[in-house]
């Protein structure tokens, strides 16, 4: 771009009553680790908003557009580790999205512009986090998941792409024939007319190929096993892993398409055994599965519907003695777990729309979007423990189901309770199971009388423990009255003074609260000691440092 095109960019750039979530001017202030941040932002919202391009200009004030010249020199300065500033920014942009850095004299200033292109097809990241403007603030994109969706539905649908080269014989007759048997459930009014259409009719009908031409999502889901070769560099593979006790690796399967087939024959080899439980109010055990078949389903066919196909990975199943884990490639687009249950309402935003709507017609997943919630609340009347979302890798989803049941009395009991919603269950289940939980929801189960104990180390109450059979564990979480480890300090003094305090703490911190942090014993020791001095029952004849306790 030469100097006029330039000034005239600059001039119109000027011309925007305020600074916009999609340009950025600064006065002259430059930082390396800000300017790639400001360049993920820009990407971003560049793609939100439909901008052909964002800009970062330097030499002029953000408020009054006023030109003041800047002494940033892009091409002279250096980054971390002494790199060429340039290249330290393309490596950190993750995908590069492109863009272009224009030093030039405006109004006799110095000014530097930054013209940067919109992301296109995911969130654009600076060194593994992906930043976002809202107003004229600066934020990381996952604080606003609303915004992180916009940018996924504008992104190109893999799964609607045409397969080169594949043709209706690509397709397994098994598994076309399986289609139309569940089309047919799924739209029961056009069962005789279904009967009358020929495989290409169909499967435009089912919205698996367009005007006849194979798309991905057919070969996914009623390709033959050899035509996943057709979709790569994608992978379209799911693996089943056993894993025993000691989490070594027993055996192995490769299920590949048609997945409307093979999603049967990998759950077929999971081991669902039956566990017996005795409800309340009778003396007959029932038999209950391990797993839920529709859980598990489900779970399975999520995974297919929210694979990241582009990042080249395959979905795995492993299967534990006492659970299950299943993962995907690819963020999870509602953000969080929570909102799913809280806000009980179906996605806005599918990673892929036509793969995802092809499901829906072959009665694979709901077009409501509730699973999530269903398989919560299906776990929670079965009295299994809920669900775990893993999504700290921002690039994978793991979803684990245990098959381990909870004691039936205190599933019972919460279920009877009428003042306990879903989300009140999923945080005790939290509780159970050692996950820290928010300060706010610590205060509504503890108003609630179901847990006990200083924040963060919170466990199950008196109240509940009573009714579950689990007073031991409480006693040892939540410990015992201060009088019995006085009165075994006192024994172990009088008898054997005088004691150091490394005597002291081998008696006591195998049998303080379980609930605590080793600091948090140590401080518990040191408050019994200083009470015991302070009342002339024991004292100290050594040092602070070097403690020698003796009786008085």
């Given amino acids: 771009m030469d100097q006029a095109s330039l000034i005239a960019l600059l001039n119109r750039l000027r011309k925007e009553p305020s600074e916009t979530e999609w340009l950025e001017f600064k006065a002259g202030h430059y930082n390396a680790n800000q300017l790639g941040e400001y360049i993920s932002a820009l990407a971003n919202s560049a793609c939100i908003h439909g901008k052909p391009r964002g800009y970062l200009v330097y030499g002029v004030k953000d408020l009054s557009h006023e030109i003041v010249g800047t002494t940033f020199d892009p091409f002279q300065e250096k980054a971390k580790g002494n790199q060429d500033l340039m290249i330290w920014l393309s490596v950190g942009l993750q995908p590069n999205c492109g863009f272009e850095c224009y030093p030039f004299?405006?109004?006799?200033?110095?000014?530097?512009?930054?013209?940067?292109c919109p992301a296109f097809d995911r969130p654009v990241k600076f060194y593994g986090t992906a930043y976002i403007r809202v107003g004229s603030a600066k934020t990381e994109l996952s604080k606003h998941p609303e915004k992180e969706r916009i940018i996924w539905q504008r992104r190109v649908d893999w799964s609607a792409q045409i397969c080169e080269h594949a043709t209706l014989t690509d397709l397994a007759p098994g598994a076309i024939k399986k289609a139309r048997q569940e089309y047919k459930v799924k739209f029961p009014g056009k069962g005789a007319e279904v009967d009358t259409w020929d495989d290409t009719t169909f499967l435009n009908k089912a919205g698996l190929s367009i005007h006849g031409a194979i798309i991905n999502s057919a070969i996914i889901l009623l390709g033959k096993p050899e035509s996943a070769t057709?979709?790569?560099?994608?992978?379209?593979?799911?693996?089943?892993?056993?894993?025993?006790?000691?989490?070594?690796?027993?055996?192995?399967?490769?299920?590949?398409?048609?997945?409307?087939?093979?999603?049967?024959?990998?759950?077929?080899?999971?081991?669902?055994?039956?566990?017996?439980?005795?409800?309340?109010g009778t003396l007959f055990p029932i038999e209950i599965s391990q797993y839920d078949p529709w859980v598990l389903r489900e779970a399975l066919h999520n995974c297919i519907a929210h694979e990241d196909y582009t990042l080249n990975g395959r979905i795995n199943f492993i299967e534990t003695s006492d659970r299950l884990i299943l993962s995907n490639v690819g963020s999870f687009l509602p953000g969080n777990v929570e909102r799913v249950i809280q806000q009980d309402a179906p996605m806005e935003v599918y990673r892929n729309p036509v793969l995802s709507r092809a499901m829906v017609?072959?009665?694979?997943?709901?077009?409501?979007?509730?699973?999530?919630?269903?398989?919560?609340?299906?776990?929670?009347?079965?009295?299994?423990?809920?669900?775990?979302?893993?999504?700290?890798?921002?690039?994978?989803?793991?979803?684990?189901?245990?098959?381990?049941?909870?004691?039936?009395?205190?599933?019972?009991?919460?279920?009877?309770?009428?003042?306990?919603?879903l989300w009140a269950v999923i945080l005790l289940d939290k509780v159970q199971k050692g996950i820290q939980i928010k300060r706010e929801e610590h205060h509504r189960l503890?108003?609630?009388?179901?847990?006990?104990?200083?924040?963060?180390?919170?466990?199950i109450s008196a109240k509940v423990a009573a009714a579950t059979e689990q007073k031991a564990k409480y006693i040892?979480?939540?410990?015992?009255?201060?009088?019995?480890?006085?009165?075994?300090?006192?024994?172990?003094?009088?008898?054997?003074?005088?004691?150091?305090?490394?005597?002291?703490?081998?008696?006591?911190?195998?049998?303080?609260?379980?609930?605590?942090?080793?600091?948090?014993?140590?401080?518990?020791?040191?408050?019994?000691?200083?009470?015991?001095?302070?009342?002339?029952?024991?004292?100290?004849?050594?040092?602070?440092?070097?403690?020698?306790?003796?009786?008085?």
């Fill in 105 to 116: 004299d405006a109004e006799g200033e110095p000014v530097v512009l930054f013209e940067i």
């Fill in 476 to 552: 040892r979480t939540r410990g015992l009255d201060r009088k019995y480890y006085k009165d075994l300090i006192i024994e172990l003094v009088g008898k054997q003074g005088p004691v150091t305090r490394e005597e002291i703490n081998k008696l006591l911190l195998g049998k303080l609260p379980e609930a605590l942090t080793p600091e948090q014993k140590e401080g518990m020791i040191h408050n019994i000691l200083t009470d015991l001095r302070i009342r002339k029952i024991i004292k100290n004849d050594g040092s602070r440092r070097i403690p020698k306790w003796e009786i008085v």
């Fill in 446 to 459: 503890k108003k609630m009388g179901l847990v006990e104990g200083r924040y963060p180390n919170i466990y």
């Fill in 361 to 421: 017609n072959l009665n694979m997943i709901d077009t409501q979007g509730g699973g999530i919630r269903r398989m919560f609340q299906t776990q929670m009347k079965r009295y299994f423990p809920l669900p775990d979302y893993d999504l700290s890798n921002p690039e994978r989803v793991a979803l684990t189901i245990r098959g381990t049941i909870l004691n039936e009395q205190y599933t019972r009991m919460l279920m009877e309770r009428t003042d306990l919603d």
């Fill in 230 to 280: 057709l979709v790569s560099p994608a992978v379209a593979r799911i693996t089943w892993i056993l894993k025993d006790e000691r989490d070594q690796e027993k055996d192995y399967e490769h299920f590949d398409p048609p997945f409307i087939l093979n999603v049967d024959h990998l759950l077929g080899k999971i081991r669902n055994l039956n566990i017996r439980q005795m409800p309340s």
